[in-house]
């Protein structure tokens, strides 16, 4: 593929628009507020029945989760490396958008009582949509050269926050108005909405599928396959180890990680018990979040260009932190309402950035793109279930979500500190 085309660029952009509809919808938005309504209608309360054994509704659904990431922790270096191998990146990402498509689709005809169901397409759908994003982000350093790769970046997430409001409001309005578009109650409407994305995420996916390429190697997939995809891993954790600039980076990207997606996950729920947020407003405030990242992913990348990636980054870093600390005393829903602003500004920027800056850190002569980034997902997904797991455990320990929120500063603070010590100007991307 020619690298900077600006036909291929707006391909692979276009699917962030097609796959950014399960995070905000399936993930943040509707799903689990019908997940919870379900289940308690279905069992008379919270708690649930799981393959006969009793847990609490959203505990169960959190864990599914969890368990959904660390799968693909497992799973994608692997995957990648073979994908590697062999040169059929896309064809893996094919895979996964189809299984986590159709998942989602599935989720049409979960109703409460079938719980174990309803749970297994939850996990399908994000095995799905993390294991695509490995690959997806692989042909990131495919299309643009290194100086264009922040804006890129930013074109894709932006295209993502565009097009997940725009089908978030096309169902909102369908649930709210359910006997105008032909449904029978909100229930229907709201399990239609499940419907459209994964409708959504296989129909606009095809236009990456159609211009993205594959970059064949030759090498034939035998029985000995999997020993393949071990060794070409094996090749990139040299070539990592060898590389300081890589390895600090990862780091800082690890432990400010735990920081961003604990936020970006758990505002909402903040919200609702700090605040005093009902779901409308809660709703409202992600659509906020949306379409203020596409901003903030923008801006970043344009001081990126003019002040270097370590600069940007870090002056995020401090946002974050700062965002952090201030949510102790935030008790107005105004003042909250600009605060969720401000998260979408840096949301939007962390992710494009720390995206873009990965993909001109590796090798520009490797093939190995996709085993380079299953690091980066392993990285990413391992932050997750850390980060999520402290804000818990300060909570139960203290009682007060204040101080969760509080010490999610710490990891902004101590990723701005590793940043620091990360030497950019060896792949003069400063």
Request: glycine share 8%; with cysteine; aromatic share 16%.
């Amino acid at each position: 593929m020619e690298k900077n085309n600006k036909r291929t660029i707006n391909a692979w952009a276009s699917y962030d628009w097609s796959n950014s509809v399960y995070n905000l919808i399936i993930t943040t938005a509707i799903f689990p507020i019908y997940y919870s309504a379900a289940t308690k209608d279905a069992f008379g309360g919270e708690i649930v029945q799981f393959f006969g054994l009793t847990v609490k509704n959203t505990v169960l659904y959190t864990y599914a989760i969890s368990f959904s990431f660390l799968i693909i922790v497992f799973l994608s270096p692997v995957l990648s490396g073979i994908a590697d191998y062999a040169g059929i990146k896309k064809r893996f990402m094919k895979g996964f958008t189809y299984i986590g498509a159709t998942a989602c689709i599935g989720l049409y005809f979960f109703t409460g009582e079938n719980i174990e169901y309803g749970i297994a397409c939850s996990v399908i759908a994000s095995i799905g949509f993390a294991g695509s994003l490995v690959f997806y982000n692989a042909f990131l350093p495919e299309v643009a050269t290194t100086d264009r790769m922040d804006h890129v970046s930013a074109k894709g997430f932006a295209m993502g926050y565009i097009g997940s409001v725009i089908l978030l409001i096309v169902n909102l309005a369908i649930i709210l108005n359910p006997e105008l578009f032909g449904f029978t109650g909100k229930t229907n409407a709201t399990k239609f909405g499940f419907l459209l994305v994964g409708l959504w995420w296989l129909g606009f996916s095809q236009i990456a599928f159609y211009y993205l390429k594959d970059l064949p190697t030759g090498n034939r997939i035998t029985s000995k396959v999997l020993n393949k995809g071990i060794i070409e891993l094996k090749k990139v954790f040299f070539t990592l180890s060898q590389k300081l600039v890589m390895k600090r980076f990862l780091l800082a990207f690890f432990i400010f990680s735990m920081g961003v997606h604990t936020v970006m996950l758990l505002a909402p729920l903040f919200a609702e018990s700090e605040i005093g947020f009902g779901a409308s407003e809660m709703i409202l405030l992600v659509i906020i979040l949306q379409i203020l990242a596409v901003a903030g992913a923008y801006f970043f990348a344009f001081l990126s260009r003019i002040k270097g990636n370590k600069f940007a980054i870090g002056s995020i870093l401090v946002i974050w932190a700062v965002i952090c600390i201030i949510s102790y005393v935030l008790h107005e829903k105004i003042s909250f309402y600009i605060m969720g602003g401000i998260i979408g500004i840096v949301m939007g920027a962390i992710q494009s950035l720390s995206r873009s800056t990965y993909s001109k850190l590796i090798p520009t002569n490797t093939l190995d793109t996709a085993s380079f980034f299953s690091f980066y997902d392993i990285t990413e997904k391992l932050a997750i279930v850390i980060g999520t797991f402290a804000y818990a455990y300060i909570e139960q320990v203290t009682g007060n979500m204040r101080y969760s929120m509080v010490s999610m500063a710490i990891f902004f603070i101590v990723g701005f500190i590793i940043l620091q010590t990360v030497n950019f100007a060896k792949r003069s991307i400063n």
